[in-house]
């Protein structure tokens, strides 16, 4: 049997990366690159700078200040001036952004895995490792 679980979640990483970035976008439609900001922030693993996010998200500064706040607002992180140079703003992942990062993945990738389904195995198969030659 297909475990197209597996397939999915395997297609939702492959486009995650540099080149699937679009196709992310795509999927994180209504959430204004919150979901983005979220995974980039749990992958840093240590509190990032605000300009550090900025860039790594190809956004202005103004933009990722305004999604601070909506982040902030939603408790999903924390953020607060460096200690080494009160201009520049730090940002960490809370638990309840770690939390509804994890469950809007498991969205997509239940979303994924029903779009998979209407593959046969062999289909699925090769569609995941098309992608991941073409995004990964």
Same mark, same amino acid.
């Given at each position: 049997?297909? /475990?197209?679980?597996?397939?999915?979640?395997?297609?939702?990483?492959?486009? #995650?990366?540099?080149?699937?970035?679009?196709?992310?976008?795509?999927?994180?439609?209504?959430?204004?690159?919150?979901?983005?900001?979220?995974?980039?922030?749990?992958?840093?693993?240590?509190?990032?700078?605000?300009? /550090?996010?900025? %860039? %790594?998200?190809?956004? #202005?500064?103004?933009?990722?200040?305004?999604?601070?706040?909506?982040?902030?607002?939603? %408790?999903?992180?924390?953020?607060?001036?460096?200690?080494?140079?009160?201009r520049k703003v730090?940002?960490?992942?809370?638990?309840?952004?770690?939390?509804?990062?994890?469950?809007?993945?498991?969205?997509?990738? #239940?979303?994924?895995?029903?779009?998979?389904?209407?593959?046969?195995?062999?289909?699925?198969?090769?569609?995941?490792?098309?992608?991941?030659?073409?995004?990964?």
């Amino acid at each position: 049997m297909a /475990d197209y679980s597996r397939m999915a979640k395997t297609l939702c990483m492959t486009f #995650s990366g540099k080149g699937g970035q679009q196709v992310v976008e795509l999927l994180e439609s209504g959430y204004r690159g919150e979901f983005v900001a979220l995974r980039i922030l749990r992958e840093s693993r240590l509190p990032l700078l605000a300009g /550090d996010l900025a %860039k %790594k998200m190809n956004v #202005s500064t103004a933009r990722v200040a305004a999604l601070i706040r909506a982040l902030a607002r939603k %408790k999903y992180l924390r953020h607060a001036r460096a200690q080494s140079d009160g201009r520049k703003v730090v940002l960490e992942l809370t638990e309840q952004g770690r939390q509804a990062l994890e469950e809007r993945e498991r969205e997509v990738w #239940s979303f994924t895995e029903n779009a998979l389904m209407k593959l046969t195995p062999e289909e699925a198969a090769q569609f995941v490792a098309a992608a991941q030659k073409l995004f990964g």
